[in-house]
């Protein structure tokens, strides 16, 4: 009897807010049932959640397109048979108009050919959308062949981003500039404006034009105890984590798909993942630069975001929400006409084997990146030579990273670009023929890589840097003359 106590109803009123206390907690979280997979080391708690919900919403969203017939190779050349071809002329007629027939399925399966071609005259420029489309065309082959890093043989068309649509539903534009007045209030940074594009944090919410247009440094974490140099400030850490939320979302994943959040920023401990992802971050930033930017002046205003800036792609452009566009399925392997430019048009810059500057890829990494032979270590080098129009860089042993002893031979080589604005600067890697000649060759890529990116660090505009092939010098068996151990930049 006496233990119903008068203190009982209001126990019942504290255990009812917290039951609905708990149940609204709940509700922010997922539903079960979820599933994890391991992505990691064991103990390393590197795993990807799993939500059956969203799978089935985005599995039918990433499906591959219908199969096309891609024409025979045999045949007359388009270039010998239209008027006005500049990208696809060394197709076959039969390549070329399946080629058309793709297109048109890919971007505009409704509006048909003419949403491209005035059909009174196919060679006619007038329409906006073909200029637009060859840029398009010179893209994907762009991508194919010199991004391999990140989009393997996969590659993609049209349809990995345009899904059927001439518009692709994940473009970027900058979020509307802050209408600061007559400039009495602060830069808020695109903070404090909860967007969907950074999980509605309170991140800066323009992760796409700062580093996936811009090239500013993605890094938080400081390398030393002590401040020795300049370290990232708290702006520029906030910033990172917005890109990392975006890139999280495109694909799908959470962060331990490619880090081990022990240590975000050591390579050693990271997914083969990370290394593709940073593969991406480049490649999606030269596709803006030399590609979507500068056709703002060709697409309509309507085309054009609130501050009249051109559409940009992001890592959602492609990935839409999946680890891999489409999951994987291959877009290329049928159509010559998007792996590589086909027209005899000059090869672009190509950029696809540079690592992490300065950072050896680490244990987890593919095998393939990591250049063979170690450093001995003591070697030294010779200074950088430079004599009329060519200049000379030597390397490490085993090492793709350019040493502070040759800083002085770039400093060179970056002035002289300066002083010459019409001249160009062509990079040619030499190695010797010790060890495997397929491992040493790499190396001599990864550093002509190298010096292209110092000297586009330095400001010079990539489209002034050329690459040549990477050249195996005369029998040097031992490997340990460093003269074979060199790039050459010639600047004419
Ligand atoms: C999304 C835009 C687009 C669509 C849709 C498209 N084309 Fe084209 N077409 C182009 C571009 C770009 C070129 C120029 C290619 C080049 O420069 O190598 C071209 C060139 C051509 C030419 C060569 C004309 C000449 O004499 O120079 C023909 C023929 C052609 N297309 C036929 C078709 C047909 C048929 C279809 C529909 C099945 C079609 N195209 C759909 C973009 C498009
Ligand atoms: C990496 C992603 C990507 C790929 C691959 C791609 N596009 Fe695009 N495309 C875009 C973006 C972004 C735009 C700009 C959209 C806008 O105007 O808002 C665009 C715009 C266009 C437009 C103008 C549409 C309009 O109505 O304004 C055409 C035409 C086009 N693309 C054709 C192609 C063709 C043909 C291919 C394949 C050869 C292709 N694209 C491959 C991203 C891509
Ligand atoms: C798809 C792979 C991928 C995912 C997912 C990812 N990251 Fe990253 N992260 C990278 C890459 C690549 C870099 C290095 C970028 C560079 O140097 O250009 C990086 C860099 C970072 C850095 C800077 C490290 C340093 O050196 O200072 C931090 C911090 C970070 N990520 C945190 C996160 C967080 C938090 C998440 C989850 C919200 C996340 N990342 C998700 C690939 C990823
Ligand atoms: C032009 C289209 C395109 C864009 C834009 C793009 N990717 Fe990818 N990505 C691909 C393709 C295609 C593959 C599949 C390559 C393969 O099959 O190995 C891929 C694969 C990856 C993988 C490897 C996944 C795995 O499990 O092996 C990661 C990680 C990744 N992308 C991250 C990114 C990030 C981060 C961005 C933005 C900075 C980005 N991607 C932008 C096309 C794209």
């Not at 991004?147 to 509307?176: D, E, F, I, M």
């Not at 400039?183 to 404090?192: A, L, S, T, V």
Request: aromatic share 6%; charged share 15%.
């Amino acid at each position: 009897m006496s233990q119903m106590s008068p203190m009982n109803p209001i126990r019942h009123t504290v255990a009812l807010c917290f039951a609905l206390a708990a149940a609204a907690l709940l509700a922010g979280c997922e539903r079960p049932p979820v599933d994890s997979v391991q992505s990691g080391y064991r103990g390393t708690g590197m795993e990807q959640v799993y939500n059956p919900r969203t799978l089935a919403k985005q599995l039918p969203l990433n499906q591959p397109p219908a199969p096309i017939a891609s024409g025979a190779a045999e045949g007359p050349k388009a270039k010998d048979v239209y008027q006005n071809v500049k990208v696809l002329g060394n197709l076959s007629v039969g390549q070329f108009t399946a080629q058309m027939v793709a297109i048109t399925a890919w971007v505009s399966p409704e509006q048909g050919c003419n949403y491209c071609h005035n059909p009174a005259n196919m060679a006619d420029e007038s329409k906006y959308t073909k200029t637009v489309a060859r840029r398009m065309i010179q893209m994907t082959q762009h991508i194919n062949a010199d991004w391999k890093a990140h989009v393997a043989n996969t590659g993609v068309s049209c349809y990995t981003c345009h899904r059927g649509q001439p518009v692709p539903a994940q473009t970027w534009y900058q979020p509307l500039l802050q209408d600061k007045h007559a400039d009495f209030m602060g830069n808020r940074n695109g903070q404090n404006a909860p967007a969907p594009q950074v999980n509605l944090s309170t991140l800066p919410n323009d992760p796409v034009t700062t580093y996936l247009q811009g090239n500013a440094t993605i890094r938080v974490a400081a390398k030393t105890a002590l401040p020795t140099g300049p370290s990232a400030s708290i702006q520029a850490t906030e910033g990172t984590y917005g890109l990392m939320i975006h890139m999280s979302q495109s694909l799908g994943v959470n962060c331990t798909y490619c880090h081990n959040t022990r240590s975000l920023g050591s390579w050693a401990e990271s997914t083969p993942q990370r290394l593709t992802a940073w593969h991406g971050i480049r490649m999606v930033g030269d596709v803006n630069n030399d590609y979507l930017v500068p056709l703002q002046s060709t697409l309509p205003v309507t085309r054009l975001g609130p501050n009249g800036d051109a559409p940009l792609v992001s890592c959602t452009t492609c990935h839409q929400g999946v680890y891999k566009p489409l999951y994987g399925a291959p877009m290329v392997q049928d159509w010559p006409g998007l792996q590589a430019p086909v027209g005899g048009n000059l090869l672009p810059v190509a950029a696809m084997m540079a690592s992490p500057a300065g950072l050896a890829p680490g244990a987890m990494a593919p095998a393939a990146i990591a250049p063979g032979g170690t450093a001995p270590g003591g070697t030294a080098l010779p200074p950088p030579l430079s004599e009329g129009s060519r200049s000379v860089l030597y390397f490490d042993v085993g090492s793709p990273t350019l040493q502070a002893v040759q800083s002085a031979g770039l400093a060179a080589l970056v002035a002289e670009l300066k002083a010459k604005p019409a001249a160009r600067a062509t990079i040619s890697g030499y190695h010797s023929a010790s060890v495997t000649p397929a491992q040493n060759e790499e190396l001599a890529k990864q550093r002509t890589f190298g010096v292209r990116d110092a000297l586009v660090t330095a400001g010079i505009q990539s489209n002034r840097v050329v690459l040549g092939k990477p050249q195996q010098t005369a029998a040097n068996i031992a490997g340990e003359d460093p003269a074979s151990r060199r790039v050459e930049v010639t600047v004419r």
